[in-house]
């Protein structure tokens, strides 16, 4: 069975059929694998019209040759008259005029030219053109070509006679990669196959390669997850169907460009050291060689990620060397242009620890505050732990960022190192002491102190004066000393400005003293500004999660039910990104339970007393968040959920904060991690809750666990 009988293509199929009779011109133009040939057959055989066929040959650059095959195409439907036969003996010069013409008017319904793009820049190609423009209503002639290259079609285009479908048409949908992949027999769930059509960008082909790499396979779902361009199905198809026709140069190009996320003419000309690069992007994009343009205006592309992943893999089998020296070029490139992120990229990329440390030193906070620090981990991840948290520098700015990446047990690592070496200088010692405040491992006394140390270092106006005001504030009002943390959430708010994400942080505490002081207006002042600080990529970070729970609650004084439910729906996701913070997650979840207990929502209310609980038993001391866990169950109308385990099947307070992370894909030894316990530990609460919950799998667990509430 072939990959055209496993999968109809009904939906583009129904897009073909459908177009106009007055419309002679259909083009299917897409890079390789993306079925254009598979679609056309489908639609032939699935349509009651008559369909001529012919696929284009390299010698039918020769008009006289194509125009005889177009025509013994034809009489395969009905015959060809003499005359037009003897028409196609004219000189080249002619054929337009009369052949062309008399092919026209016998042509059928459907007269399908594939693989036109072998014809490109010839005399053949023309003809081709001449014959659509030549057809009478009622006949389409379909093309499938790689590329448009030589088809000059604006003509018809904007005569409204040409339907062109491109990529986007025939990229299989959710329910056509989820058939292929089960259809050459390789079993996987929903989930796996919807995941791996996404990564593929819905390219058949690719998608195609991949399944049958994974079938038979015991551990086919977990693989399905790691399946790379650089896997033997798929790196021989590039290899023989897109770069064994380039020449070694335009290979060489492509292979050492792979290592650019975004390719333009200038970097790619600085990195490769070589001229003309956007002329050449510019024809690789119009000859659809997997690369799209990104943005057309400034001339930048990307290649296909699959492409782009063989690229990379056959660069380091050619040239092991290269790699390193591409990157560190880019990473120059990328730093003159003041472009941080992928400058850090590229440092890290190259394994150069020097620059890395430079860069994040510089950047780091202004990357967080873009809203940049997942990217930024991604790349400390390439540098690798050791190069990290060897240097204390690094260590002390990495902590943050793997902290704002949501990524509790690399920045509670950073720190560790950062913590057992000795700092260089008085503002590396500040640096170490703010990221244990933030990471607060000492609980809410801890916090306080390492905040004031941090604090002797910080003038107004210096990078990180801002972000350790705030951390002073915070750990102020959890010791309940409330005139002084508003104090300083005021300093730091008027920075807002120039370093938005702590200012948003301090703005948020200014409306929540507001609401509890019950001054509405300013609370809803103070959390609008505080809203307007954060940009799209700042908003998911764990320290924008007080300004959406102060924002609902505006929302539910107000009487905005939608926007009160947009904002818990933001504030859950924040909270996720929030775990490197527990002083913040026990905050921001006691803030939860008390604006959805005031909205009726007692079940939400009480799983998110569970959260907070959760959280302040990660703190060695708790200041006032203690009391106003206290205040809160009293008010949720039972005893103290941290010692009775009412309602909870019996689970106590560390079974529950395992089942919490049951649901995610952290192993035992991650879930150790994130909750600083022994693996051991750990294994035993683990097997406690299957008990308890009378499951016999993790799975089981999760669904016992969401059926008694007890999980979201």
């Known amino acids: 069975m072939t990959r055209g009988e496993l999968v109809p293509r009904r939906r583009l199929i129904t897009d073909l059929a459908a177009v106009r009779d007055d419309v002679p011109l259909i083009l299917l133009v897409a890079p390789p694998g993306y079925g254009k040939s598979i679609a056309l057959r489908q639609w032939a055989a699935r349509d009651q019209r008559s369909f001529a066929w012919v696929t284009a040959e390299p010698a039918d650059r020769d008009p006289h040759r194509l125009l005889r095959r177009i025509a013994r195409a034809i009489g395969e439907i009905h015959p060809v008259e003499p005359a037009t036969w003897r028409s196609l003996s004219a000189p080249a010069s002619e054929l337009a005029g009369e052949a062309v013409p008399r092919l026209a008017a016998t042509a059928p319904e459907v007269l399908v030219i594939d693989d036109v793009h072998l014809l490109r820049g010839t005399p053949g190609q023309q003809l081709v053109l001449a014959l659509a423009e030549s057809l009478p209503t009622g006949s389409h002639l379909a093309i499938g070509a790689r590329s448009r290259l030589g088809l000059p079609v ?72 790691q399946v790379t361009g650089a896997d033997a199905y798929l ?9 064994a026709a380039e020449p070694a140069d335009t290979v060489r190009f492509l292979l050492r460009s792979a290592t650019l996320d975004t390719l333009s003419g200038g970097v790619c000309d600085a990195v490769l050291r070589r001229h003309g690069s956007g002329q050449l992007l510019a024809g690789l994009a119009v000859r659809n060689l997997f690369v799209a343009p990104i943005h057309p205006a400034s001339r930048s592309y990307r290649y296909h990620p699959v492409f782009r992943e063989m690229l990379l893999a056959e660069l380091r089998r050619r040239e092991p060397a290269a790699e390193p020296a591409l990157h560190r070029r880019a990473a120059t490139w990328f730093e003159r242009r003041d472009q941080a992120e992928p400058a850090v990229r590229h440092a890290a990329a190259a394994g150069d620890t020097r620059a890395t440390t430079r860069l994040v030193l510089r950047h780091g906070r202004g990357l967080i505050n873009e809203g940049r620090a997942g990217p930024v981990a991604d790349a400390l991840d390439g540098l690798g732990r050791g190069a990290v948290e060897q240097d204390v520098r690094l260590a002390a700015r990495a902590g943050w960022v793997y902290a704002f990446a949501g990524r509790t047990l690399q920045a509670g690592a950073c720190l560790t190192a950062a913590t057992g070496q000795a700092a260089p200088d008085a503002k590396t010692a500040a640096a170490v002491e703010r990221l244990r405040a933030a990471l607060a491992p000492g609980g809410v006394d801890g916090m306080l102190g390492s905040a004031r140390r941090a ?65 509405c207006a300013a609370s809803a002042a103070y959390a609008e500004e505080s809203a307007a600080l954060l940009g799209p990529g700042s908003r998911t970070y764990g320290w924008a999660v007080m300004t959406h729970l102060v924002r609902a609650r505006v929302a539910l004084e107000t009487g905005d039910a939608t926007a009160f439910r947009l904002l818990l729906g933001e504030a859950a996701e924040a909270m996720e990104q929030a775990r490197p913070f527990p002083w913040l997650v026990a905050a921001a979840s006691l803030r939860l339970s008390r604006v959805t207990l005031d909205a009726g929502d007692h079940t939400a209310a009480s799983k998110a007393a569970v959260r907070a609980r959760l959280a302040l038993d990660q703190l060695t001391t708790t200041g006032v968040l203690a009391e106003r866990y206290r205040a809160l169950t009293a008010d949720l109308g039972r005893e103290s959920a941290a010692d009775t385990g009412a309602g909870t099947a019996g689970l106590t307070a560390a079974e529950q904060r395992v089942l919490l992370l049951l649901p995610t894909h ?35 667990a999760v669904v016992q666990g969401r059926e008694l509430g007890l999980l979201d």
């Not at 990180?464 to 750990?475: C, D, I, P, Q, S």
């Not at 097997?687 to 799975?699: D, E, F, G, I």
């Open 154 to 225: 604006g003509g018809l285009r904007s005569q409204g006679r040409c339907a062109e479908f491109g990529p986007s048409d025939l990229r299989l949908s959710r329910a056509e990669a989820i058939n292929l992949i089960r259809a050459t027999g390789t079993a996987l769930p929903a989930e796996q196959a919807l995941g791996l059509n996404r990564r593929f960008e819905g390219w058949p082909a690719g998608v195609y390669l991949a399944a049958l790499s994974l079938r038979g396979r015991s551990d086919a779902v977990r693989a399905a997850g």
């Open 235 to 243: 790196s021989e198809y590039f290899r023989e169907v897109v770069l």
């Open 455 to 519: 604090a002797r270092a910080e003038r107004p106006g210096s990078p990180w004066y801002a972000t350790t005001m705030v951390l002073l504030g915070v750990a102020e009002g959890f010791t309940g000393n409330t005139v002084l943390a508003t104090a300083r959430f005021a300093r730091a708010a008027r920075t807002g400005a120039e370093y938005p994400v702590p200012a948003a942080l301090a703005l948020a505490g200014l409306a929540w003293h507001a609401a509890d002081q019950h001054d």
């Open 666 to 700: 952290l192993t035992l030894n991650q879930i150790a991690g994130e909750l600083r316990l022994s693996r051991n530990t750990v294994k035993t609460q683990v097997a406690a809750v299957y008990r308890k919950l009378s499951a016999s799998t993790r799975a089981a």
